[in-house]
Every structure is written in C-alpha cells, then in structure tokens.
C-alpha cells in the first residue's frame, strides 16, 4: 500500500467534488463497476454537456478515471482520496462518541436513582 | 441518541464548508474547546471580515455555534453533522479494504511461488 499525506489542496478538491449530490450519485453509480458515460450519464436529468462538467470536477479531485477507446468513454471510480476525508473527520469522531458516552451516563444515573427510590420505598414498606 | 437521515443539502452545505482549509483549521482550533471568535480569528493572516465569513459558512452548514454575550462572541464546535459526511465515505472503505485485500493476496502468492522455487531447488540438490 502506498502511504502518502494528503495536501491540503487535494482535501480541498475532493471535499468540493463530494459537496454536490449529482457527484454523488456518480460516485454511488460508479461503486457498482465501470461504465460508459453516457450509461452513466442516461438517469440524470440534464444535458450530456452539464454532466460532463460535474465528471470533470470528479476528474480533477482524482475520484474518477476516464478511458477514451474509440467513440466510447469509459469511467471508473478512484476511491482513494475519499480516504483521505474520511481519515480527517473521524479525528471527531471521538467527540460524537464522547457525546453519546456522556448520554449513557446520564441514562445509568437516571436509572440508579429510580433504583434508590425504589429501594427507599420498599424500605418504608417493610 | 437521536437518530435522523441527513438531507442532500445538509450534506452538500457540510461538504462544502469542510473543501476549504481555513475552515477546516478553525474546525481543529475549536476541537480544543469554545473560544471567542478574536481569539480564534489572531492566527489567520487575513481580515476579520474575511474570517467571518468562513465562520459563517461554518455556521450555515450547523458546524459551529456563536454565542453573544455583549461584545464578546464566542464560538463553539457543533461536531454532529461531520458524522453523516464521514458516514457517506464510509460506505466506500470496502473498497481501500478490497484494494488491500488485493494486495496482500498478491504478496501471499509471490511469497508461495517463492516457496516452491526454493523446495525444487532444494529437491534437485537432494
């Protein structure tokens, strides 16, 4: 495996690329193998011109691969950059967990003080 | 935990927010705890309007919050929504998995070819 840092000017690109749900549809679509443009291209509800921009833009941040033969143009998906975003935001992910860590304790509190009321009762009762 | 279905645009505004490396730096600045938003702005080599910008997309896509308190406007992180971002990447990590996989099967039958050159050679010595 080839191990490198990403730039910070690459997060840019690939963060962008992602940040439009055309792109990311591509991405979903391209995740189930290669295909030619115009397969790919065929659901979406826009010119073949203003789809090619958006592949252009996946392109560009390294995320997809465009082969020429002929008349054809197949794509393929290049997923390691997404690894790189992702490998920046789970430095958080200890913040969601803390979060519901904190929730948990507060549940287990609420629920060891029903417990005390409960025994406290039952003592009265005895 | 409250559990919810990020929208399209939620995604596309976090996603957006996070393409740009000032914002992602005040995103590491505020991980260390809430600050006020001149304290956070001083490192930045750029004017305080043009940070409060960044701080406001950072706002509009719900990563950050801005208390008032008189003059001083504090800010504080809102690490949630970066959850359903690396949630969407995550369902690519089969593939730098796979891709790995593919690796190190390729190394276990380098090293298994290997073996066996090296059990003929030693047989033809015998």
Same sequence: chains 1, 2.
């Avoid at 840019?12 to 397969?39: C, E, F, K, M």
């Avoid at 789809?51 to 054809?72: D, M, P, S």
Wanted: glycine share 4%.
């Amino acid at each position: 495996m080839v191990h490198h840092l990403p730039s910070a000017t690459n997060l840019d690109a690939v963060a962008s690329a992602i940040s439009h749900r055309t792109r990311r549809a591509i991405i979903d679509r391209l995740a189930r193998g290669p295909a030619r443009i115009s397969d790919v291209a065929q659901p979406f509800s826009m010119s073949l011109t203003g789809f090619c921009k958006h592949v252009r833009v996946l392109e560009r941040a390294g995320l997809v691969r465009r082969t020429r033969r002929g008349r054809n143009n197949t794509l393929e998906l290049a997923p390691q950059p997404l690894r790189d975003v992702a490998q920046w935001l789970l430095k958080y992910e200890q913040f969601w967990n803390s979060r519901l860590d904190r929730l948990q304790q507060f549940f287990a509190q609420q629920n060891q003080k029903a417990q005390k009321i409960k025994r406290r009762d039952e003592d009265e009762l005895h």
